[in-house]
């Protein structure tokens, strides 16, 4: 799938037909060529055209998507279905926490037991940016299984926040969030991520917070060979236990703003992105038959439309 002027459009593949044709006789092998009667050969001559007009109708029509940029691809092999301004920079509001939990799983030793204290910078952070939360409670101690939860499933900025505090370096806090984003960063050079960058650990950025369809969905592809990752992006709705600043316990609710887990059949995840800047967002990615597709939309226009473009680019990479 290429763009021609920002809209897609599909090449047929004549080596697919020119081989169909092989296969069923339409075109000669030149070995052969000698013993083949005339007649054969003007037979051959005109089923050779045919197979590749076959093959250019049996092609599935590329879906119009309302989202400014699309893509999907066959998440084993890599290749690419469809593209929509694919290599385009956007703003990529929360699905900026995919890489939040990408470099969280990527720790060395990393222990998901591990408890982290909420703290009250916490949830002023939340106050202050008026931010999706995971109503995280100040002084409750909560897992880093847990706090990928409440990452992935509300989209809690306050769990980004405790994420990068626990795992970025630095004796200040501030010194360790900067940390922790430089680990996105470093993660998305090392992933071949060229038009990926970040200044903030949830989305929430200061204009140098941006990817690409193609970028996001090569992340998304490499975050999900983590077993945790896929256990916590394909549950609907989760209910957590945590211990409270005075050893006794609480009960946390989250439910997934992926509302594709629960309309779309197949659906593995993953995540679900929105903003001023970034408009509607999703990074998506189901599993049919066998045969995985994983994808992202940037920038469009509603959340209803967000979910209809994922839709549509999954329909198109199952048929291709």
């Known amino acids: 799938m290429k763009t021609r002027n920002g809209r897609p459009y599909v090449i047929p593949t004549l080596a697919a037909a020119v081989g169909a044709a092989l296969a069923t006789g339409a075109v ?37 998507i309302v989202a400014k940029g699309g893509y999907v691809m066959n998440d084993a092999t890599g290749t690419s279905y469809f593209t929509k301004a694919a290599d385009t920079r956007r703003s990529t509001g929360s699905t900026t926490k ?3 939990a990408r470099v969280v799983l990527a720790q060395k030793n ?39 939860y409440g990452l992935m499933l509300p989209s809690g900025c306050d769990a980004a926040y405790a994420l990068a505090d626990a795992y970025g370096k630095g004796s200040t ?14 993660t998305a050079k090392s992933l071949g ?3 990926t960058h970040f200044d903030s650990f949830d989305g929430i950025g200061n204009g140098g917070n941006y990817s690409t369809p193609r970028d996001l969905t090569k992340l998304a592809s490499s975050a999900m060979k983590y077993a945790t990752f896929r256990s916590v992006v394909k549950t609907k ?6 211990t409270t600043k005075n050893g006794g316990y609480r009960y946390m609710s989250w439910t997934n703003t992926n509302g594709l887990l629960s309309s779309y059949s197949g659906t593995i995840g ?51």
């Not at 000669?28 to 089923?47: D, G, L, N």
């Not at 806090?173 to 470093?186: L, T, W």
């Not at 990615?285 to 473009?309: K, P, Y």
Request: proline share 4%; net charge positive.
């Open 28 to 64: 000669a092998v030149p070995a052969q060529a000698a013993s083949v009667r005339p007649a054969a050969r003007s037979t051959a001559a005109q089923a050779a055209p045919r197979a590749v007009q076959a093959a250019v109708r049996a092609a599935p029509k590329a879906p119009a």
């Open 98 to 100: 995919i890489m939040t």
């Open 110 to 148: 990393l222990d998901l037991d591990k408890k982290v204290t909420v703290q009250k910078a916490y949830s002023d952070y939340i106050v202050s940016k008026n931010a999706s939360s995971a109503h995280l409670i100040v002084g409750d101690k909560v897992t880093v299984r847990q706090l990928l």
């Open 173 to 186: 806090r501030a010194k360790r969030v900067s940390s922790f984003i430089g680990q996105m960063n470093s």
């Open 193 to 195: 991520l060229k038009n």
């Open 237 to 242: 709705s989760t209910k957590q236990k945590v």
């Open 270 to 320: 993953v995540k679900t992105g929105s903003g001023p800047e970034a408009k509607y967002c999703l990074v998506f990615a189901a599993t049919r038959g066998g045969r995985t597709v994983i994808g992202a939309v940037l920038a469009s226009s509603s959340e209803a439309n967000r979910t209809a473009d994922a839709k549509k680019l999954m329909d198109y990479g199952f048929k291709r």
